[in-house]
Nanobody, 130 residues
Framework: EVQLQASGGGLVQAGGSLRLSCAAS????????IGWFRQAPGKEREGVSC????????YHAESVKGRFTMSSDNAKNTVYLQMNSLKPEDTAVYYC???????????????????????WGQGTLVTVSS
């Protein structure tokens, strides 16, 4: 059974940092791209970042470029989203997800594949106070 366990959310002041983790189990880690979506109150879910664990290629939405980075620890089957210089508009529930098609075609397809991803984890709330 494919499982994704997200953690690391919390409350932080604007300008601060948080690191989210997504631990994967039940599937071949290298065969999937794993990443994050977020959904702010009253807004649609949007793609944030993606990493292909097999070659380390990443994708970040324009709104987070230069502030968020992704990395993976293949030995732990875990990916990380390091979020720096956080802004109040980053406040959202963050969801990790995995997809084998994105692994094949590249993380640039991350947002396009949102409705057809292979697996989702539970959300973790990030709140950035001003």
């Amino acid at each position: 059974e494919v499982q994704l366990q997200a953690s690391g959310g919390g409350l932080v002041q604007a300008g601060g940092s948080l690191r989210l983790s997504c631990a994967a189990s039940g599937f071949a880690f290298d065969d999937y791209a794993i990443g994050w979506f977020r959904q702010a109150p009253g807004k649609e879910r949007e793609g944030v970042s993606c990493i292909s664990s097999s070659d380390g290629t990443t994708y970040h939405a324009e709104s987070v470029k230069g502030r968020f980075t992704m990395s993976s620890d293949n030995a732990k089957n875990t990916v990380y989203l390091q979020m720096n210089s956080l802004k109040p508009e980053d406040t959202a529930v963050y969801y990790c997800a995995a997809d084998h098609v994105v692994r094949l075609v590249g993380c640039s397809a991350w947002s396009v594949r949102m409705g057809r991803l292979d697996a989702w984890g539970q959300g973790t709330l990030v709140t950035v106070s001003s």
